[in-house]
């Protein structure tokens, strides 16, 4: 009996002992993704003050399909590039370039810790999606918990005050459309490897955003109107491009080493991060009300992604 024990012992121990360093290196990656993101906001809220939003999103979705199509040809093959449901990933594809249109206009107006805080609601906006298009079950714990998060947000906007800003709705409408990126990406997830779906949805992306650059041009002037970009503003836009790339594997690096659950908390580094650089590079600093508001949607957000894993446990993170 006893040696028996002994043998469940080291096997406990040892299972523990592999899994510890992936475990750690899974947050490691994912805290680095999460904080590198941040900067790309705060070079595409830079560039807002001389660069039309569609032209720095449209850098964004450029760079970063250049860089993830090499990479899928070198490793994947030539054949990685053509997806097996090429309109739902175009599709995804408009979906994320508006999404991320919504917020780099937001950035023109809004501190990059506010917009970042309100566009923490998606979690809260996906689980409505969930319930109401995709007909999943949503219990009353998470109900309250998309209520909660919205008040948060209502927090920092604060509308009917003076420091109401209708710009402070364009992080929330770049919530909605990506949590409908999301939802429909849970709808095709295992089909094609993620790489593709990235390379993909950013072709599309592309796309799109060029039809709207060539339209914005009819209105010279104009805030969407694009201009052609000095030598620094295309190094600027390929490193939004660059970061995004990036911010993107070491999140995908992380989710492969370590369980959602057990990440999922350190996807709110990206707040605090960007607080930090809106504080060091635009003298921008939450006042009280959008410190509360911050903490209420963080809280609420981890609440309905835990809730929703132990209900869902392999539901695609």
Do not use: C
Not at 153 to 177: E, H, K, M, N, Y
């Amino acid at each position: 009996m006893k040696l028996e024990l002994s043998k469940h012992g080291e096997m406990s121990q040892s299972n523990s002992t592999t899994e510890t360093p992936q475990l750690q290196r899974g947050i490691l990656y994912m805290t680095l993704g999460t904080s590198i993101v941040p900067v790309m906001d705060a070079v595409a809220k830079y560039l807002g003050d001389s660069m039309s939003p569609i032209q720095i999103t449209w850098g964004r979705f450029f760079f970063q399909a250049l860089i993830m199509l090499v990479g899928l040809v070198i490793t994947l093959g030539p054949r990685s590039l053509v997806p097996k449901k090429p309109l739902i990933h175009a599709i995804r594809g408009v979906l994320l370039a508006t999404a991320t249109l919504f917020f780099f206009t937001s950035l023109r107006y809004l501190p990059l810790a506010d917009a970042i805080a309100i566009f923490f609601v998606q979690p809260m906006i996906l689980t409505l999606i969930s319930a109401f298009v995709l007909h999943e079950h949503v219990g009353w714990h998470r109900r309250v918990a998309v209520l909660t998060g919205f008040a948060g947000a209502l927090l920092i906007i604060r509308p009917g005050t003076d420091a109401f800003l209708v710009a402070s709705l364009l992080p929330l409408g770049a919530a909605v459309f990506f949590a409908s990126y999301l939802a429909l990406t849970r709808a095709v997830a295992n089909i094609d490897h993620p790489a593709t779906m990235q390379f993909s949805s950013g072709v599309s992306a592309v796309i799109v955003l060029s039809i709207a650059l060539l339209v914005a041009n009819q209105w010279p002037g104009a805030t969407m109107a694009p201009k052609v970009p000095t030598l620094s503003e295309w190094f600027w836009l390929a490193m939004i491009g660059v970061i995004a790339a990036g911010g993107h594997l070491l999140v995908v690096m992380a989710m492969n080493r370590a369980p959602a659950s057990a990440l999922a908390p350190f996807g709110y580094i990206e707040i605090v991060a960007a607080t930090a650089l809106g504080w060091l590079f635009f003298n921008d600093w939450p006042d009280k009300w959008t410190w509360i508001g911050i903490a209420i949607i963080v809280a609420s957000g981890a609440y309905v992604y835990y809730r929703e894993q132990k209900l869902n446990p392999h539901t695609p993170a």
